[in-house]
């Protein structure tokens, strides 16, 4: 049983599409990541968030505690977005990561 | 501003041997995780480290240990090592403790072949 899930799995989409990446958890949290990976394995962190929403740029991440779900979404999306994002929950003592959504934008 | 910076960045062992990986944090910053990444379980954490003290650890064997010095730079060992090890070794720096509170910025990894 996983703790993370997140969907889709593979997302491909045409540059300027707006992008949703959904995570679902089990677990209560004190705080929910969400990070991109680009090919190479380079990580960054996006946005940490417990509660509410947060926007940084095109992109804008959203929880919902009660219904324990988040959302990434990615405005105007461009080829540069191409990478996988994941997420991550943290319940007080240790991350439990998704596998993670690959996203592809095609020019 | 350096960046986080891990070494060594590749590594190959054999099965039964042992490896220790180095990552050196941000300047300033005092926490530093550790986490593995295979293409089976994705991303998994392995500890924290604050203050020369593991504050929180993940679900691993006790073959996994690490420790952090005074300056903040932290060390993972794994002994005996086994095929399944073999992953990319992350390690993420924090300004305080607390993963859950504070942006982490990650260093570019270190690739662990076991043969």
């Known amino acids: 049983k996983n703790e993370v899930e997140q969907s889709p799995q593979n997302l491909t989409a045409q540059e300027g599409e707006f992008i949703t990446i959904n995570c679902s958890y089990s677990v209560g949290i004190s705080a929910l990541h969400w990070l991109q990976q680009h090919p190479g394995g380079g990580i960054v962190s996006l946005f940490m968030l417990s509660s509410g929403k947060k926007k940084h740029g095109r992109l804008i991440a959203t929880i919902n505690i009660q219904e324990k779900h988040s959302s990434l979404h990615i405005t105007a999306s461009h080829p540069r977005d191409s990478a996988v994002y994941i997420c991550a929950a943290w319940p007080g003592n240790q991350f439990y990561f998704g596998t993670g959504t690959s996203l592809t934008v095609i020019p | ?115």
């Open chain 2, 1 to 115: 501003k350096a960046g986080v910076t891990q070494t060594p960045r590749y590594l190959i062992k054999t099965r039964g041997q042992q490896v220790t990986l180095s990552c050196s944090p941000i300047s300033g910053h005092r926490s530093v995780s550790w986490y593995q990444q295979t293409p089976g379980q994705g991303l998994q954490f392995l500890f924290e480290y604050f203050s020369e003290t593991q504050r929180n650890k993940g679900n691993f064997p006790g073959r996994f240990s690490g420790r952090q010095f005074s300056n903040s730079r932290s060390e993972m060992n794994v002994s005996t090592l086994e095929l399944g090890d073999s992953a990319l070794y992350l390690c993420a720096s924090s300004l305080r403790i607390g993963v859950s509170q504070e942006t982490q910025y990650f260093g570019p990894g270190t690739r662990l072949l076991v043969l």
